[in-house]
């Protein structure tokens, strides 16, 4: 089919996401929020479709695709509709805070795990391009790159 400009663009996610080192010691002083989140299917190729409730927003994401870039659509839901959804993640959730901690023109995303993964801190930061992404240089307080290693995967970690 050729290109037609008049067709939405498909959204991307472009993030990369790396294993904690050390706490910014002033992390409290940053917004956050309690996420649950759990997912509702997910298929060999990468798509996958997740509920979540970020603070009092609730979402229906699905992403498709793998690595640093991969396609998402998001969509709010209410109250009312996450909780009709939510049985069927049964198996597959997570919980984690997650604190915004602003790093030059970023937003660094420390994700903080409770239960089965209590002590298991990353963090993900989003960008505009993919140059963008690969020319970033994390602060010291950020260890290894675990972009695209499945055992770091929400999904993973959700059916853990």
Not at 31 to 38: A, S, V
Not at 70 to 77: F, K, T, V
Not at 85 to 95: K, V
Request: hydrophobic letters at 30%; charged letters at 30%; a negative charge.
């Amino acid at each position: 089919m050729p290109f037609d400009p008049a067709l939405p663009k498909i959204p991307y996610e472009i993030e990369r996401k790396f294993l904690v080192n050390e706490l910014p010691s002033n992390l409290e002083k940053y917004e956050c929020r309690r996420i649950e989140q759990g997912y509702l299917a997910v298929e060999g190729n990468g798509t996958q479709a997740r509920l979540r409730r970020a603070g009092t927003i609730c979402s229906l994401t699905v992403k498709r695709g793998g690595g640093t870039a991969r396609h998402e659509w998001e969509i709010e839901l209410s109250e009312s509709q996450f909780q009709t959804l939510w049985p069927a993640t049964e198996g597959r959730r997570l919980r984690k805070t997650r604190y915004d901690v602003p790093f030059e023109n970023f937003t660094i995303e420390v994700d903080i795990y409770d239960g089965h993964h209590k002590g298991l801190i990353v963090a993900e930061v989003e960008f505009d391009d993919e140059d963008q992404c690969r020319h970033f240089q994390p602060p010291e307080w950020l260890g290894e790159d675990v972009s695209g290693k499945p055992s770091y995967s929400n999904i993973k970690l959700a059916r853990e």
